[in-house]
């Protein structure tokens, strides 16, 4: 059971140092992006300066069109996806049930942690708490290397 959780604390400071990064990444990009230095400058491009006293001449020259009132498009959202498990520990089949040990036993092979988790189609939160909950009553033998079922 404590490794299980060591594992989890591993996996949860894995993604938070990655989240880390990948906020860095995105600033650094942008950052990068606005000075112009992603890509190599054509030197026979005008300066932005010029250009936008060339736009901004262009659109004083327009006749000025009959004002309207903008309304943005309807965008239809899709509503929110649920989680991606399909299970939760409080469902008839796992609750207070040796779910996750009947798994084991169903299984040709014997099963990691990893593969246990997967296979449940539990949350990580629920897979440990069910997973707790069968070892405390004795239905999951903890082992050093693998889970048995009782």
């Known amino acids: 059971m404590d490794a299980l959780f060591a594992l989890a604390d591993q996996i949860d400071a894995r993604f938070n140092n990655a989240q880390v990064q990948i906020d860095k990444l995105s600033q650094s990009l942008s950052a990068k992006a606005f000075r112009g230095e992603l890509l190599p400058q054509n030197p026979d491009d005008e300066p932005a300066e010029a250009l936008l006293k060339r736009l901004k001449a262009k659109s004083a020259q327009r006749a000025p069109a009959k004002s309207r009132i903008f309304t943005a498009p309807k965008i239809r959202r899709t509503p929110k996806e649920r989680s991606i498990m399909s299970k939760s520990r409080y469902d008839d089949d796992v609750k207070e049930k040796p779910y ?13 942690a990893e593969e246990l988790f997967k296979r449940s189609d539990l949350s990580l939160p629920d897979f440990y708490k069910q997973l707790a909950w069968e070892v405390d009553h004795k239905h999951i033998r903890e082992n050093p290397t693998r889970l048995e079922a009782a």
């Open 100 to 112: 996750l040990a009947n798994l084991l036993r169903s299984s040709k092979e014997q099963l990691r």
